[in-house]
Structures are given as C-alpha cells and as structure tokens.
Nanobody
Framework: QVQLVESGGGLVQAGDSLRLSCAAS????????VAWFRQAPGEDREFVSA????????YYADSVKGRFTISKDNAKNTVYLQMDSLKPEDTADYYC???????????????????WGQGTQVTVSS
C-alpha cells in the first residue's frame, strides 16, 4: 500500500494560482497511475486530472483543461497539480489517488484507485 498526503490548499482570489502536492510513502509512485479528484460541498466527487503510470499521458476534465497541469516527480515521490486562473467554481476539497493496473479507460473513474489521501481544501473567492 502507498500512503498519500496532500498539501498546498488554501484561500485565494479568482485568477490566482495554487500548486497542490501529494507526497507518497511506502511504495514508489513509479508503479501507479495517479489522479486528482475534487468534491465540492453537497456535490459528488468528480474527476479533475490523471497521469498514466509511465507519465506519458495526461487527462483532464473539460472544466479544468488549459488551466490545470498534473505532473509527477519520481525522485521526490510526489504528484503535483498546478492550478492557474482559478475560478470560484474550483472551490472544493481536492484528493489525490493512486492505483495499480489502472487501464486507460478507467483513469477518470475513482473506483479504479485503491489509495487515497485525506484531502486539502481549496477556496476561491470572487
């Protein structure tokens, strides 16, 4: 099992940027596909972005495409989510997830990930 700890959330204004980090321990992220999901108050959890195991492919929700960037630093065993041009509708708790053997068609599906962090809160004011 891999343990995941998110950080980097906070309160920002619309148009600002934040970088979320997800530090992994226990196993190397090299063998995992990784993803970010978010959940706004009263809403279902939704997919934000994913990175394939080998890091060769990235996937984004339409709502964040062009504004968010997912990346992974294998040396630091950490996943990042760079969030630019933030909007009030980006307000949510953000969770990172890691999964082994996640096929491409399942990368956007939270059920495909066995390992989750505790979340970090992002609030964007207008």
């Amino acid at each position: 099992q891999v343990q995941l700890v998110e950080s980097g959330g906070g309160l920002v204004q619309a148009g600002d940027s934040l970088r979320l980090s997800c530090a992994a321990s226990g196993r190397s992220l090299r063998i995992y596909a990784v993803a970010w999901f978010r959940q706004a108050p009263g809403e279902d959890r939704e997919f934000v972005s994913a990175l394939s195991r080998n890091g060769g492919s990235t996937y984004y929700a339409d709502s964040v495409k062009g504004r968010f960037t997912i990346s992974k630093d294998n040396a630091k065993n950490t996943v990042y989510l760079q969030m630019d041009s933030l909007k009030p509708e980006d307000t949510a708790d953000y969770y990172c997830a890691a999964g082994k053997g996640v096929i491409t068609s399942s990368l956007r599906n939270g059920a495909a990930y066995a390992n989750w962090g505790q979340g970090t809160q992002v609030t964007v004011s207008s």
